[in-house]
């Protein structure tokens, strides 16, 4: 599943050729999550202003024509298993390719073969060109969002405001992304891991120093999968292994049984939330 890093890799690998290219056509394929929300040939003529990320979700503003058009752009979002690229050639979109965006820098697609991913218009305010959707299912989609990891603001005392008075497992209150966007549940086991505490500790009963070593392991842990996506991000575009790339480099995720690298324990794994959790139960405590 395309997690934060993924979708910022994606972001980097499409945002110099998209930058100021003119839509020249639109073409949907098989209905996604949820309806575009505006008539295609609206979108014809326009230039994408810019791709932004927040989450997940792709943003791209689109100018405003001339303001005939109403302002606004699309939100994007690559669902379980979808990922966006450029097609090479002239060969018509796949059976798996249910967007495309045609324009003077090439054709831009969405493969998506489950179909959770979605396109949606989003109309914003009339204030510059990286203004983000203000109204509508886009605005509401962005509007629940936890605060970013990488943003200077995201620290140990944040993380502890937003998870006081929560009683589920802290693995449980990072999965919801209402707190900070992005730690999914790779990334959730690996944080946790790196910060030493136990999946199972009530996230409001975390204490100041050890909110600290989780921010400081949330940051660190993207950080890295960032940068192990960005060495296979030819790899990704056609094959999605992007996570492939990072499990090199983990610690507790997937490996059950398997020594931990740290204390020469054994890695267990348990549910929660009908999800996989890995742990060391040497190095991680409540
Ligand atoms: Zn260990």
């Known amino acids: 599943m395309p997690e934060l ?3 910022e890799v994606t972001r980097l690998s499409v ?3 998209l930058r100021g290219a003119r839509i020249a056509s639109v073409t949907l394929g098989k209905p996604l999550r949820w309806p575009l929300g505006c008539k295609p040939e609206t979108l014809i003529g326009r230039r994408v202003a810019d791709v932004l990320r927040r989450g997940k979700y792709l943003w791209m503003p689109l100018d ?6 109403p302002a606004g752009g699309l939100l994007l979002h ?5 990922s966006l690229g450029f097609a090479e050639g002239d060969a018509a979109p796949g059976p798996w390719q249910h967007f495309e965006l045609a324009t003077d820098r090439g054709r831009l697609r969405l493969t998506d073969p489950r179909r959770f991913g979605a396109v949606v218009w989003g109309d914003r305010a009339a204030d510059g060109p990286g203004s983000w959707p203000s109204t509508g ?5 962005l509007a629940t969002l936890g605060i970013e990891p990488f943003d200077p603001a ?8 937003r998870l006081r008075g929560r009683r589920v497992p802290i693995k449980q209150a990072l999965l919801a992304g209402d707190a900070v966007v992005g730690v ?4 959730a086991s690996e944080a946790l891991f790196e910060a030493g505490i136990d999946p199972r500790a009530e996230a409001g009963r975390i204490g100041p120093l050890r909110c600290e070593r989780l921010a400081a392991a949330i940051r660190a842990v993207l950080g890295r999968a960032l940068r192990a ?5 030819r790899d990704f575009r056609d094959a999605h292994g992007m996570n492939g790339a990072f499990q090199h480099e983990a610690q507790v995720y997937d490996r059950e049984g398997q020594r931990c690298r740290r204390c020469g324990g054994v890695v267990r794994r348990l549910l929660q939330g009908q999800r996989s959790t890995y742990f060391c139960p040497g190095c991680q405590f409540r």
């Open 229 to 233: 996506g960005g060495t296979t991000l």
């Open 64 to 69: 405003d024509a001339g303001s005939i058009a």
């Open 137 to 141: 299912r886009a605005a509401a989609l």
């Open 15 to 17: 945002v110099e050729r």
């Open 154 to 161: 995201f620290d140990g005392a944040w993380l502890r405001a």
């Open 184 to 187: 999914g549940n790779i990334y």
């Open 5 to 7: 890093p993924e979708v």
């Open 78 to 82: 690559l669902g379980m298993s979808g």
